[in-house]
């Protein structure tokens, strides 16, 4: 007789329950979407009540799990993912209430036109039905991906990663709270609670329940769920962010944008990672930002141009320059124009975010309509590429895919559109 191992009794158990929160899920998506914008928005304004309330609970949660990180040896970056400080947990507050406040997107209709035949054709924007949501580190995504859903009619299932298992636990605690108070099903959001890996698996296999998938976290995380899921993803996989400096800079402007866009947040998808400067300005304007860059402990590598100019830089590779740091180091180009600048980015860039620092009005719309990242920025720092900061509330993740959805994800990258027809008896001759 064959035996069973603990291993597989646990894996078959993790996806039985995966089955039954799918189900679940699918059937609370129904019940979403059909709940008024009133409806829901109360459950968002309790939602966020709920947060204010256990504020200390939140605070202990969030300890357990950052001890816990500190003692599996978590580096700074994500450690500082991790950490669930008062400011959070006011930004997530703020990003519910916003959100409450935003137009509802469901039932909206478009273009309506008459045809010959005397119907109207229409688009009518629904909800997806069931999210599912795979993240690491960041709590404040359990609520960003809640409160989204929530808004846009859908049901969702979140899997954060097992670093926050606790912070997790007891901003569900909050969501469940919310949705109660507001009559709508507790199960229109659940969070994964167990750390088996098979909980991923089994979400990403289960068309049946599941419409879309959405993963935030690491490269290596978000490459696996695109090669294994059998649900449709919202991704993006990399994010090499580039700052140009013109030689039509402002120069104060130029040094304030090129150090927040690196040194704001360094573990974050939309810090830049690749810093371009002009030629013609480069030996007066990188000295002084350099200096500031090693005195917030940044480290510099660059291309021989930019080494001739700053001696303590180390050389750049070419692996530098497709690399993702998220963390204090930078990858410094000096180029001869914008064109070339361009050729970099077209090169290296993961289409996530790009900038350029011109007074140049002409050049800046050429930047704008040639760079193809999913936000093209003039004028300001890259880490204004988030969904707070477009007025969406909050994300669900950002895409550099090319369909449905692109750049910040908000309410309307999380429903789609279906043909409405108004007929009046009429028949197909």
Not at 6 to 11: H, I, K, L
Not at 109 to 124: A, C, E, F, N, T
Not at 380 to 407: M, P, Q, V
Request: aromatic content about 4%.
């Amino acid at each position: 007789m064959n035996s069973i191992s603990a291993t597989e009794v646990e894996q078959d158990s993790t996806e039985a329950s995966m089955q039954a929160m799918g189900r679940a899920a699918r059937a609370a998506a129904r019940l979403m979407a059909r709940a008024d914008t009133g409806t829901k928005n109360a459950a968002l304004k309790a939602i966020a009540a709920e947060l204010d309330a256990q504020r200390p609970q939140l605070a202990a949660a969030n300890a357990k799990d950052m001890q816990n990180g500190r003692d599996n040896g978590l580096d700074a970056a994500l450690l500082d993912r991790l950490e669930l400080t008062d400011g959070r947990i006011d930004a997530m507050i703020e990003g519910l209430n916003q959100i409450a406040e935003l137009p509802d997107p469901v039932g909206e209709v478009s273009d309506l036109k008459y045809r010959p035949s005397g119907i109207q054709v229409g688009k009518m924007r629904v909800p997806l039905g069931v999210v599912g949501i795979i993240y690491e580190s960041r709590p404040n995504v359990t609520i960003d991906a809640a409160s989204l859903c929530l808004k846009s009619g859908n049901a969702t299932i979140l899997r954060g990663g097992s670093e926050a298992l606790h912070s997790n636990g007891a901003i569900a605690a909050c969501v469940a709270a919310g949705l109660r108070k507001a009559g709508l099903p507790e199960t229109a959001v659940q969070v994964v609670g167990t750390t088996d890996r098979a909980a991923v698996g089994a979400l990403i296999s289960m068309p049946e329940y599941v419409d879309v998938i959405v993963p935030r976290g690491g490269k290596g995380l978000i490459e696996r769920i695109s090669r294994e899921a059998r649900v449709p993803v919202i991704k993006h996989l990399d994010g090499i962010c580039h700052v140009y400096i013109d030689d039509r800079a402002d120069p104060a402007k130029a040094f304030n944008i090129a150090l927040n866009a690196k040194t704001h947040r360094y573990g974050v998808c939309n810090a830049m990672e690749t810093l371009l400067v002009a030629e013609a300005v480069a030996a007066e304007f990188l000295p002084k930002l350099a200096a500031a860059y090693v005195e917030k402990g940044v480290e510099l590598r660059g291309c021989d141009k930019t080494r001739a100019i700053l001696a303590g830089a180390l050389p750049a590779t070419e692996e530098d320059w497709a690399t993702e740091y998220l963390a204090p180091i930078l990858a410094i180009g000096v180029v001869a124009d914008m064109d070339a600048a361009m050729e970099h980015i077209a090169c290296y860039s993961s289409g996530h975010t790009e900038s350029i620092v011109t007074e140049d009005y002409t050049r800046a719309r050429r930047f704008m309509a040639e760079v193809d990242s999913s936000s093209v920025i003039v004028n300001a720092s890259t880490r204004f590429a988030d969904g707070f900061e477009y007025g969406l509330g909050a994300e669900i993740g950002i895409s550099t895919d090319k369909i449905h959805a692109r750049g910040p994800v908000g309410l309307e990258g999380l429903t789609s559109q279906k043909w409405i027809v108004f007929g009046d008896g009429q028949i197909r001759e």
